[in-house]
């Protein structure tokens, strides 16, 4: 897709862009100065550009005049070390519009390429899924080198909205106070905590994904009026490919409906999900390897006839303990079902006898033996954790699982 075809240089330059106060005009005049700094400095097309993606309006700027040129933009976290910028980019130069690492959950980061035809396809149809007008907020509070934070950009920009940038130096609820959004993605932790907070429910729409949401989370934010999306996607279909406003339950495991428009879903004979799509990436590596498609998303799911699509785990987080196949979401699924616990990761902790059994780190009040006298309900024996853990205070909303386990075994 040609530059020319994105409409942020046709909105009204007067309207704003960026909060609190840059206009798509300044934004475009941003976008033309950074653009004539890259020809300066020998940027041609075909080349790549690695951005450090800050929160800020001047990382926007500098990834559209990379695309204006022609130029690849390879974003990256704002915290990664020059080296290891180095290291993980030498073997990547795939000539794409841009370049993202892949999160690595199961295996070492990759570089996914990227057009302009798929982001623009996802984030034009996400925003009109979501009914997205002139002028809403959006509240970026997902990290830019995430695909998650860059399409809820791509979404604001696209339809002629504004950004706001997440102050993290703000409790959750006045980061959504200070701001009003009309939009904002969040992990189910991060709605734990709004909830926690008591903020009143506002007109802002909450797109919540990342990680399964409970049942008992779900009905306790519709019952104080919060207006929720269960959102599933993935980096390699550029962001979104399940949105649901009336995700139904069955068991601990939610379904989300039909996929968006050019979107379609299916399951190999093992029960992974595969996707395929307008907005399916081009690839890994240098050059990138086409992807298969449909594409083998890691994920476990299922489809009801009347619900739709379930996502139900990760296909590698599966282990086995003694005869069991032990599926850490469910677990987890239960745990969370607690109003007291707001996070809970479980991995395989080894064992003699067994191979494996079940430990989860948490975040709660609650004490091993309530914890355990709660799930002896809800769990056969051999799912029910043999280590609790509290999760440190100042770990990621979306902790490691493979860490978590590596610290088990030391």
């Known amino acids: 897709m040609a530059y020319e075809n994105c409409p942020i240089s046709l909105a009204p330059a007067r309207a704003l862009a960026i909060a609190p106060d840059l206009s798509y005009g300044e934004l475009n005049r941003h976008i033309q100065q950074e653009a004539a700094s890259l020809q300066k400095q020998g940027f041609k097309p075909g080349d790549i550009l690695t951005i450090q993606a800050n929160p800020h309006w001047q990382t926007i700027a500098l990834l559209f005049a990379a695309w204006r040129l022609g130029v690849c933009a390879a974003l990256i976290a704002p915290k990664l070390p020059l080296l290891a910028q180095k290291a993980a980019f030498s073997d990547s130069f795939a000539k794409s519009d841009l370049m993202l690492l892949t999160s690595g959950s199961s295996g070492a980061p990759k570089w996914a390429s990227f057009s302009l035809s798929q982001l623009f396809e996802s984030a034009r149809t996400v925003a009109k899924a979501l009914n997205a007008k002139k002028g809403n907020r959006w509240l ?106 009336s995700p139904q339950w069955i068991g601990s495991f939610a379904y989300l409906g039909q996929p968006l428009p050019d979107r379609k879903l299916s399951l190999s004979q093992e029960g992974e999900l595969l996707v395929s799509g307008a907005s399916l990436f081009n690839g890994y590596g240098s050059p990138p390897t086409p992807p298969l498609s ?34 850490p979401e469910e677990i987890e699924a239960a745990i969370l ?19 494996a059994r079940p430990a989860v780190f948490l975040r709660t009040r609650l004490s091993e033996q309530e914890l355990i006298a709660y799930l002896s309900d809800r769990l056969p024996k051999c799912k029910i954790p043999v280590l609790f853990r509290k999760l440190d205070e100042g770990s990621s909303l979306k902790p490691s699982r493979k860490i978590l386990a590596e610290s088990l075994r030391l």
């Open 140 to 245: 970026v509070s997902i990290p830019l080198h995430h695909v998650g934070g860059l399409g809820v950009s791509l979404r604001g920009l696209l339809s002629e909205g504004s950004l706001s940038f997440e102050n993290k130096s703000l409790s959750y609820k006045e980061r959504i106070c200070s701001v009003y959004p009309d939009f904002v993605s969040l992990v189910p932790t991060q709605l734990y905590r709004l909830l926690r907070e008591e903020m009143a429910p506002l007109k802002t729409h909450f797109l919540i994904g990342g990680a399964p949401l409970a049942n008992e989370l779900y009905q306790k934010a519709l019952s104080k009026g919060y207006r929720l999306s269960l959102a599933y996607g993935l980096t390699e279909m550029s962001s979104t490919v399940l949105l649901s406003d």
């Open 337 to 355: 079902s607690h109003p007291d616990v707001e996070e809970a990761v479980v991995v395989p902790k080894p064992d003699v006898e067994f191979g």
């Open 294 to 327: 449909p594409f083998p998303t890691g994920d476990l799911g299922a489809f009801h006839p009347d619900l739709g699509w379930s996502i139900q785990g990760r296909k590698d987080f599966q282990f086995m303990s003694g005869a069991e196949n032990i599926r």
